[in-house]
């Protein structure tokens, strides 16, 4: 049985075509003979893909590096250490979250029982992006293969070398009869995406996730988008901005910027900018050195395609600190733009990549308004110890996740739903989430043939059985 769906350009040796109908077809057949469905498989496939990032932890780190020029220690930070933590917090709850969990009945229904089965959906696909190749392709994985599902992985062509080592590795260490991976780009993603999937977990820009939503509309099936956006920080008056400048810059400047929730911009009153931006500077320096080019530490951007429009955000007059650039290694400065507005370049798309624009405003109020303005984010940050603030941003902004006073780690916390709302997404994943969103919660009722009280109402109705109804199943308020 093949395992690996290459591209064309990749089958000239006389691998297997594309042909996602006979995909799809196969797959329903594996998942068809039910042997997705045990606790014993699931768990196997789980304890599997925790296995091969350990023992091919030199693999993905190489890969990584090719890719976006990932540090060895940043591979494991945010791709393979943070993945097996989430792989296993699943196994070690799975149990207890796939069992049938018994429901209360109103006192009409009784001796009625019912309980909620979460019963798998089928055959998943998911679509994952190049910026954290391993993470984003292998967090969803898991969470469809907990819930007993089988599943296609398209992983992004724009991360090549890690796309390639999941299809070479991945049959090694979960079953291949269940688990595909098709490599390849917008040809191959766009024939998986002219079948009826019973699920479809997109993970990257918007402009594609409409694209995503059009295909599965034409089948009914349900999709999970993880968007991205811009992400704002908020700094209050008041705070340690030596902590808040070093938080920020870690979050902004990992992997050079090219993360789904790194602080897109912060935004703040002149007198806190003014005493932010040489800590910023201080902080960037500290962690990339005086030449970051040379440092170990520091990404850089994934291809020449984004490292123009990068680039291209850039406006000489507004550089605060950075501002160079080398497009042969596709280097981009850690960079702060001051004095820009909302009308700015930088302010009209995600930037997603190591540049920072400052923003200024009046106040916490002004603040609430400008991210009120704009596209729901994935993430808002607020570096703040007043408790005044903190409510008002929970109380009047809308974002995927709110973390004060640290960017990123969020994502770390396997017990807390994570995605984005509005354009920074739809649906949830991680923990129990990521069962909950690849399987059915299906009720089953089971109603006992005696005593027969459903007699109730049955016709013919009578002014007694009229009464008994009104006063048992739908009793008045009181
Ligand atoms: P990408 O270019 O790798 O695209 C994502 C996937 O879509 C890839 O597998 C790609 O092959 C496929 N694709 C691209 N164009 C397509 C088309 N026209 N038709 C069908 N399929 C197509 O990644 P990207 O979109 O550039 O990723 C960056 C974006 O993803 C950013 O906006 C970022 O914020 C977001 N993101 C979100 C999360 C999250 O968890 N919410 C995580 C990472 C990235």
Redo the contacts with the bound molecule.
């Keep these: 049985m093949t395992q690996t769906i290459r591209p064309p350009e990749a089958q000239a040796d006389g691998r297997d075509q594309l042909d996602a109908a006979l995909l799809l077809h196969e797959l329903r057949g594996v998942f068809g003979t039910g042997m997705t469905k045990p606790l014993a498989w699931r768990t196997a496939q789980l304890t599997g893909l925790r296995r091969m990032l350990s023992e091919q932890e030199a693999a993905f780190v190489e890969a990584l590096d090719a890719d976006l020029g990932k540090h060895s220690a940043e591979s494991w930070i945010t791709e393979l250490g943070y993945t097996s933590n989430e792989i296993t917090h699943v196994l070690k709850e799975l149990k207890s979250w796939t069992r049938p969990r018994s429901a209360p009945l109103p006192l009409w229904m009784r001796p009625a029982r019912a309980k909620v089965v979460r019963e798998p959906l089928g055959v998943v696909l998911v679509?994952?992006?190049?910026?954290?190749p391993v993470q984003?392709a292998l967090a969803p994985l898991a969470g469809a293969l907990a819930a007993g599902n089988a599943v296609v992985l398209?992983?992004?062509?724009?991360a090549p070398a890690t796309s390639a080592t999941l299809a070479r590795l991945l049959p090694r260490y979960v079953d291949p009869a269940a688990v595909r991976v098709v490599e390849g780009?917008?040809p191959e993603?766009?024939e998986l995406?002219t079948q009826p999937w019973d699920h479809i977990f997109?993970?990257?820009?918007?402009t594609?996730g409409r694209?995503?939503l059009e295909a599965a509309a034409r089948h009914l099936t349900p999709v999970t988008l993880?968007?991205?956006?811009k992400s704002p920080a908020f700094v209050d008056e008041g705070v340690d901005l030596d902590t808040a400048a070093r938080r920020i810059v870690w979050g902004k400047y990992t992997n050079a910027g090219q993360t789904?929730v790194a602080p897109d911009y912060v935004i703040a009153t002149r007198r806190v900018l003014d005493a932010l931006k040489p800590l910023l500077d201080k902080a960037i320096r500290d962690f990339y050195g005086e030449d970051p080019s040379q440092s170990d530490a520091y990404g850089r951007i994934v291809n020449e395609r984004h490292f123009g429009r990068i680039s291209r955000l850039i406006t000489e007059e507004h550089v605060a600190r950075g501002g160079g650039t080398d497009s042969e290694s596709r280097y981009i400065e850690p960079t702060v733009l001051d004095g820009v507005d909302g009308d700015h370049l930088a302010m009209q798309e995600?930037i997603?990549g190591p540049i920072l624009p400052l923003i200024e405003v009046s106040g916490v109020d002004a603040a609430v308004e400008f991210i009120g303005a704009r596209d729901k984010p994935?993430a808002l940050y607020v570096f703040t110890s007043r408790g005044e603030t903190k409510r008002r941003f929970i109380r009047d902004t809308s974002s995927g996740a709110l973390t004060f006073n640290a960017p990123l780690v969020h994502m770390g916390a396997p017990s807390l739903p994570f995605g984005?709302v509005g354009a920074s997404?739809m649906g949830k994943y991680h923990g129990e989430e990521s069962i909950a969103i690849f399987s059915h919660a299906k009720p089953v009722l089971d109603v006992p043939a005696k005593p027969d009280l459903l007699a109730a109402v049955y016709p013919p109705f009578t002014s007694i059985k009229e009464t008994l109804v009104r006063r048992f199943i739908a009793p008045p308020r009181r």
Aim: glycine share 20%; charged share 10%; with cysteine.
């Design positions: 679509i994952s992006p190049w910026n954290y984003l398209k992983p992004s062509e724009v780009g917008v993603t766009t995406l997109f993970t990257g820009n918007g594609v694209v995503v993880e968007l991205g956006g789904c995600e997603f994935l984005g997404g």
